[in-house]
């Protein structure tokens, strides 16, 4: 392998860290991603028992509260509700501060999926210019300016390079852009889900509210 890379030349360089940056972003998005992640075991049976008795007039602290903010990502969501309720704020309110907080669980939820479709994009475009750095070593060498056939060294490297660029740009472009529709179908899936429990801990707490309907 670094061999290859040697062959390839200084334009590969950036292409294997932007590899690198895909890689990471990949796996953390896929296990930031889990279902068990953001929606922990028995989290939401918690969320709903509090839900109960704030419902029926008992007192829930705000250590309580707290507590299930810090549950997952989306529990964040839940506490806003529950505090709200708490609180004894009308419907329209706690709808207004749940709207402001689930657009910040949104950006958590889409984090570095930017990123991933921006490699996705340029690992091409990157493998492109390599092809060109290597086009040039050929048309460049010294037997070529004065119309001879160049070294063979010298055509042998510049092939080399134009062609593992190409390739090690296609190589990450690829897995870049599946992963990036796949991690991204990931994200909406679990704001959707997001989005039914939190209506529905409105519709218990708030069964008279037009918004929860």
């Given at each position: 392998?670094?061999?290859?890379?040697?062959?390839?030349?200084?334009?590969?360089?950036?292409?294997?860290?932007?590899?690198?940056?895909?890689?990471?972003?990949?796996?953390?998005?896929?296990?930031?991603?889990?279902?068990i992640?953001i929606?922990?075991?028995?989290?939401?049976?918690?969320?709903?028992?509090?839900?109960?008795?704030?419902?029926?007039?008992k007192?829930v602290?705000?250590?309580?509260?707290?507590a299930?903010s810090?549950?997952?990502?989306?529990?964040?969501?839940?506490?806003?509700?529950?505090?709200?309720?708490?609180?004894?704020?009308?419907?329209?309110?706690?709808?207004?501060?749940l709207?402001?907080?689930?657009?910040?669980?949104?950006?958590?939820?889409?984090?570095?999926?930017?990123?991933?479709?921006?490699?996705?994009?340029?690992?091409?475009?990157?493998?492109?210019?390599?092809?060109?750095?290597?086009?040039?070593?050929?048309?460049?060498?010294?037997?070529?300016?004065?119309?001879?056939?160049?070294?063979?060294?010298?055509?042998?490297?510049?092939?080399?390079?134009?062609?593992?660029?190409?390739?090690?740009?296609?190589?990450?472009?690829?897995?870049?852009?599946?992963a990036?529709?796949?991690?991204?179908?990931?994200?909406?899936?679990?704001?959707?889900?997001?989005?039914?429990?939190?209506?529905?801990?409105?519709?218990?707490?708030?069964?008279?509210?037009?918004?929860?309907?």
């Amino acid at each position: 392998m670094y061999s290859i890379l040697l062959s390839a030349g200084w334009p590969i360089w950036p292409l294997l860290i932007i590899s690198i940056i895909g890689l990471a972003i990949m796996l953390e998005r896929a296990w930031y991603l889990r279902q068990i992640h953001i929606f922990p075991k028995d989290s939401l049976e918690s969320v709903f028992a509090l839900a109960n008795a704030i419902s029926g007039q008992k007192k829930v602290s705000e250590d309580e509260i707290t507590a299930v903010s810090q549950i997952s990502p989306a529990g964040s969501l839940f506490a806003c509700i529950l505090r709200e309720k708490s609180a004894g704020s009308s419907a329209d309110s706690a709808l207004e501060e749940l709207q402001a907080t689930a657009q910040t669980t949104w950006l958590k939820l889409d984090r570095y999926l930017g990123a991933l479709a921006t490699i996705a994009t340029v690992a091409p475009l990157l493998g492109l210019f390599g092809t060109v750095v290597g086009m040039i070593e050929i048309f460049g060498s010294q037997g070529a300016i004065h119309g001879g056939a160049g070294s063979p060294q010298q055509l042998a490297h510049g092939i080399s390079v134009a062609l593992y660029n190409t390739a090690f740009g296609l190589l990450i472009a690829i897995p870049a852009l599946a992963a990036w529709r796949g991690l991204r179908a990931m994200a909406n899936q679990r704001q959707h889900e997001c989005e039914e429990f939190t209506r529905q801990l409105f519709k218990k707490l708030y069964p008279n509210s037009t918004t929860s309907k």
